[in-house]
């Protein structure tokens, strides 16, 4: 060190966690002797071995077998008062679980693939756009339906419609993507085959338009303009089975459980209904629930596919909120405000989230955790209001549709490669058990 007017003094202030060796207090010499005895060669006599034994004792009081090389002499110290052992608490503490770790994946904020969707109707109450179990996105463009193979980029213009004053209102696809119904302007739902791309049936029932379709097995519900939802069999003739009187406008959101045990309903009127599911084939239902609490025109319908009786509904410009359900009971499980026309609402199948699709003024998508409600993420891009959204058959990608006459691709659920490997073997596609029903 540097010699100067001070001179370096060991702390006073120090812990008895220090360790100064005393060599008074140690063997020196029969350390010396212990270590050098181990290149001695072996000796195999016992009597050897015991008479020497008797030596040592009697030499240094001790049997040299059971010394130690080095040992500590006298009683440890006791800490002074107010003294805290920082390394006790350090690893004393447990470990924390790997469950309770804060788990975060990378989201793109950017979209993965940009489509045109010229002449899209920039009307809120419409549904345009589904993906198929078989990885075909159908886009309805004003009179025209648009099929595009995501996994190939192939596009094949599947209709259109005779009359240039019609448009296309909805589409959505059976649970095995066989097959693709379409609700026009001129109160029509169609049931077309992809293989063949042919339509099979056109099926008339409403006076106005059907701007939502929802398929439970071989029952296409659609919901119009006029506030009626009509159930078809599209195993028969007589394919009107059933006609619900719950909303006194326009049904713009519909949506079938998972289970297949409820249908809910949003409407213009502000109203979500619960309707049972079909008995039988007969009219005259009622809804199980009636949720008053919007404040808008509900569109954003979407049941959690965890959770069989839980729903989520978001609200138009004058609600601006988003509310979780308990269908059973009733009552209303939280509620956020997410300050934006709510259009779309989908549950994510790989995470505990959903996604909702906004309007004015963000434009955005949002990522929500759940049941915290937690924002997870905003997608920015979209130039005008989000119109719709639909979900991969795989669940890690989502499109939005907008005004601004885009749709944009956003891998914002994508699973790792070993659970991936997992669900695609447990989600294998059954054959259609319409296939040979539909007449």
Excluded at 52 to 71: T, Y
Excluded at 224 to 243: K, L, M
Aim: contains cysteine.
């Amino acid at each position: 060190g540097k010699s100067g007017s001070k001179t370096q003094r060991t702390p006073t202030n120090a812990g008895p966690d220090r360790y100064i060796p005393n060599r008074n207090t140690m063997r020196m010499e029969m350390a010396n002797f212990l270590l050098t005895k181990e290149n001695d060669p072996a000796e195999d006599s016992p009597t050897k071995k015991e008479r020497q034994k008797a030596w040592a004792v009697n030499l240094n009081g001790f049997d040299i077998e059971e010394a130690k090389i080095l040992r500590l002499s006298g009683k440890p110290q006791n800490a002074m008062e107010g003294y805290r052992n920082n390394l006790k608490v350090l690893y004393s503490q447990k470990m924390t679980p790997s469950s309770s770790k804060k788990s975060s994946r990378y989201i793109p904020s950017m979209p993965d693939r940009i489509l045109d969707a010229p002449e899209i109707r920039n009307d809120y109450y419409l549904n345009l756009i589904d993906w198929s179990a078989q990885n075909f996105l159908a886009v309805a463009l004003d009179t025209c339906v648009y099929l595009w193979n995501h996994a190939s980029g192939d596009i094949i213009k599947l209709m259109e419609m005779e009359q240039t004053a019609e448009y296309i209102s909805s589409v959505s696809w059976t649970k095995e993507g066989n097959y693709l119904a379409v609700g026009t302007s001129n109160a029509e739902v169609q049931l077309w085959d992809i293989q063949q791309q042919k339509r099979l049936r056109n099926m008339t029932s409403h006076v106005s338009r059907v701007g939502c379709l929802s398929w439970n097995s071989y029952i296409v519900s659609s919901g119009a303009r006029s506030g009626h939802i009509h159930h078809h069999d599209v195993r028969v003739a007589d394919h009107h089975v059933a006609t619900l009187t719950g909303h006194t406008q326009e049904v713009c959101g519909l949506k079938w459980s998972l289970d297949g045990r409820y249908l809910a309903s949003g409407g213009n009127d502000n109203l979500v209904n619960i309707w049972p599911s079909i008995q039988g084939g007969s009219g005259g239902f009622t809804p199980v629930q009636t949720f008053t609490q919007h404040q808008g025109a509900v569109k954003a319908v979407a049941w959690c596919p965890w959770q069989s009786n839980v729903l989520a509904t978001g609200g138009g410009t004058s609600d601006r909120h988003i509310r979780i359900w308990n269908v059973c009971s009733g009552t209303c499980l939280s509620a956020v405000d997410a300050h934006s026309q709510v259009c779309s609402i989908l549950w994510s199948t790989n995470y505990k989230e959903f996604i909702s699709g906004h309007g004015f003024a963000q434009n955005q998508l949002v990522i929500w955790k759940y049941p915290t409600m937690a924002k997870v993420t905003e997608l920015q891009g979209h130039t005008a209001r989000v119109l719709t959204m639909t979900m991969s058959p795989d669940g890690a990608t989502v499109a939005s549709a907008a005004a601004d006459e885009t749709l944009r691709l956003w891998h914002c659920f994508e699973l790792d490669p070993i659970k991936k490997k997992e669900k695609e073997k447990a989600n294998s596609v059954k054959s259609s058990i319409i296939h040979q029903g539909i007449r």
